[in-house]
């Protein structure tokens, strides 16, 4: 199973994604803590990525693209995936699309996490306060959830038009919403292989003991 979740920054991506990985037993891949990592380490790219993500920009589309490919296919060949804050811009979306499709490893699914501006701003002070990250200031929250809605929130009608769109209410109690997120997921599994599409990964799944 291959997930995709979108959703502006402070949805709650990101302990979702844990989640689904855990239940599912899938590789959950975050670019943005992948970021924050090779910033961490000082590397090439994490120097390029620091002074994007500080002023709450994205990071260029071939760096995350070139970051994001070697993951999604070993991931793809453990199992499958979830993946957090990837693609993030339609230019993102095509690359990946293009490259799954040729490896005939598409996605399944994608959630996107919906939820009001004044909670997500509440919610991101709350985690400022809490993590200390570089790009969580007032402004920088501000400037991320424009950056969202412009670059972003295309994504919901491109996968929408693709026929993989799922809306997740991201507001509330955070096991709710991992109900919510796991019904559907097995939904979609039990749907895709009673309409007998080959998917190994889940076939094993269902056999009986
Ligand atoms: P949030 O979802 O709260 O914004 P993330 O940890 O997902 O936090 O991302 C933090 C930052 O990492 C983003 O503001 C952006 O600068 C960079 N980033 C993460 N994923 C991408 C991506 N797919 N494309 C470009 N930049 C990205």
Redesign the pocket.
Known sequence: MRVLLIGP??AG?GTQAARIAAHFDLGNI????L?REQVANGTELGQVAQE??DR????PDDL?IEMTRERMAQAAEEGGYVL??????LA?AEAAYRWAVARGIPFDLTLYFEIEEEELLARLAGRAREEHRS?DTEETVRH?LEVFAAQTHPLVDYYQRRGILVRINAVGPVDAISEQIFATLHWHKAKAMAAGVHRPEWALDATPG
Do not use: E, F, H, I
């Open positions: 920054p402070g991506k975050a670019t943005g803590a970021l994007y993500m709450g920009d994205l990071v995350v957090d804050g990837y693609p993030r811009t993102q790009d991320r």
